[in-house]
C-alpha cells in the first residue's frame, strides 16, 4: 500500500487510519487506550512505513492529555507518550 497524499483520500466513517504526509493519525474515543490499541497503530507504521503516527483519543477532557506519538522502527521502545 502506497501512502497517499491526505487530499487525495475521501473520508469515510469507515477509515479508522489517516495518512497525512508522512505521519499515520489514529482517532479513537475509548475511556482507556489500552495495549492493542498502540500495537495496532505500531502495525500501521510497519505497513506504510512514514516516521511517527499520532494516536489521538477524543475521550479526555483536554485534548492534549489523549494525543500519543508513537515512532517507527525503534522496536519495543517505539511506543511513546
Do not use: W
Amino acid at each position: 500500500m502506497e501512502a497517499q497524499p491526505c487530499d487525495a483520500q475521501k473520508f469515510t466513517a469507515g477509515n479508522k487510519a489517516r495518512i497525512a504526509g508522512l505521519v499515520v493519525v489514529e482517532l479513537k474515543a475509548k475511556s482507556e487506550i489500552p495495549p492493542i490499541d498502540k500495537s495496532q497503530t505500531l502495525l500501521h507504521l510497519r505497513l506504510l512505513n512514514p516516521h511517527f503516527a499520532r494516536l489521538i483519543n477524543f475521550h479526555e477532557v483536554r485534548l492534549v492529555d489523549g494525543v500519543r506519538r508513537i515512532v517507527n522502527g525503534y522496536g519495543s521502545e517505539s511506543l511513546k507518550s
